[in-house]
Structure formats: C-alpha cells, structure tokens
C-alpha cells in the first residue's frame, strides 16, 4: 500500500481558476511534507515545505497539513497555463537519511 | 535553480548490457540520492550517499544494480545486466547538511533508460 496517497489522478482547471489538490500519509512517522511539481521533461522542483499544523502560503500557492488526520493539500490561485504539470506531494523519511516517499502524483491542467 | 547535472539524457541498451549514467550533484550539496521513476510516475529510493559513504540502499535489486561516489568525480549509478523492467527515469538529487533538519533536495532532469 502506498504510504503516500494522493488525490485526484488528474485535474482540469480554467485559467485563473483555483486548483486544489490533495495528499494523505497513512504513516504517522510522516511529520514534514513536500511538494513538488515536475514538467515534462524535466525532473522535479520543489514548490514548498510544511511540517506545522495550519496554512503555509508562498504567492499563488498554500500548503495546508492537518497532522491529527495527516492531511495535506496543496491550494493553486489563479492558475496558468504555465502551471500544467505532475504535482507530487513527499514526505521526508525520520532519521538519517531523510529520503523522500512520493505519491503517485496529480495531473494537472490548466486550460488558456 | 537546480544545477544537478545528469549524463547522458537518454540511455538505449538490450538486455543483459550494462547501463552506467552519471551524475555531478549540486556545488557544495554532500548528500546525493537516486530515484527510479517508473511509467506509472511510482517513485523508488536506490540508494544515498553522504560525501563517498552509502548512508542507505534498498536490496539493490538483485545485486544487478552499483552506485558510487568518489570524491573529485561524478557519481554513479550502474546496472550491470539490463532487463525490460528497468526501463524507467533515474533521478539524481542532491542536498546541502546546513540548514533546516529536512533540508530541500534538489533534483536532475534524469536519465531516461529504455531496455529494448
């Protein structure tokens, strides 16, 4: 079972439209999360950090965790086109090596 | 932006060749991992190294599968009989030790292996 489950698979928004998406870790060792969005050929690039209960925000782009349900979502105003891509969401392993566990990603697209 | 550099892109081999690609982690970053990404975008951690020691591997896969290193060189990632089922994207990342306790990793564009 993956320990990262993401939701949708895909995801069609219009330009300028909010684009939400969402990650659920089925491991409680799972503390601090990631998200990462990567472009077709290209490998992935980190969009941001959250290890705190609430709201990150970073320009167009919040991050929500919820640690009691282990929810993380990731919240996309105003969209672009540019914003079309694979979004994974990651969680960073306890101890030394800290190695990413990714979902299988969401899929999206943002139609001009 | 990521100045992980991998080499080469695309990588065609039969089966039972070897497979090495390579990868020059980001200036100042001691902490190198790689990533297989398959066709269905399921991600899989090799192996990491910290400066030229292995901090942590998976089983390597059979054996069939060797990383280094070395200090004033490229790290490697090598399959030393290729079979279909390796066919995938390998990423390479690379971290700094300063910093936050889940520092970012920083990854490459990858090396697309296709096992004919």
């Known amino acids: 079972q993956q320990k990262v489950q993401q939701s949708p698979e895909s995801l069609s928004v219009p330009e300028g439209g909010m684009a939400s998406l969402n990650c659920t870790s089925s491991d409680r060792n799972f503390q601090y999360f990631w998200w990462y969005r990567q472009h077709s050929g290209e490998g992935p690039k980190a969009l941001m950090?959250?290890?705190?209960?609430g709201d990150k925000k970073e320009g167009r782009f919040t991050a929500h965790l919820n640690k009691a349900s282990l929810h993380v979502s990731l919240h996309i105003r105003d969209s672009q086109p540019s914003d079309s891509a694979l979004y994974f969401c990651?969680?960073?392993?306890?101890?030394?090596?800290?190695?990413?566990?990714f979902g299988l990603g969401t899929t999206l697209q943002v139609q001009p | 932006n990521s100045k992980v550099i991998q080499t080469p892109r695309y990588l065609v081999k039969g089966q039972g060749q070897k497979a090495k690609m390579r990868c020059i982690p980001e200036k100042g970053h001691p902490v190198v991992f790689w990533y297989q990404q398959n066709k269905n975008n399921e991600f899989k951690f090799l192996i990491n190294?910290?400066?030229?020691?292995?901090?942590?591997q998976i089983d390597m896969t059979e054996k069939r599968f060797s990383a280094e290193c070395p200090s004033n060189s490229p790290c490697s990632l090598e399959i030393q009989s290729s079979e279909a089922g390796d066919s995938a994207l390998y990423l390479c990342?690379?971290?700094?030790?300063?910093?936050?306790?889940?520092?970012?990793?920083?990854f490459g564009p990858g090396t697309r292996l296709t096992v004919l």
């Open positions: 990342a690379s971290r700094g030790t300063g910093g936050p306790l889940y520092a970012e990793q920083f």
């Open positions: 950090s959250i290890f705190s209960d």
């Open positions: 190294f910290q400066n030229q020691e292995v901090l942590q």
């Open positions: 990651a969680a960073s392993e306890p101890g030394n090596t800290r190695k990413l566990i």
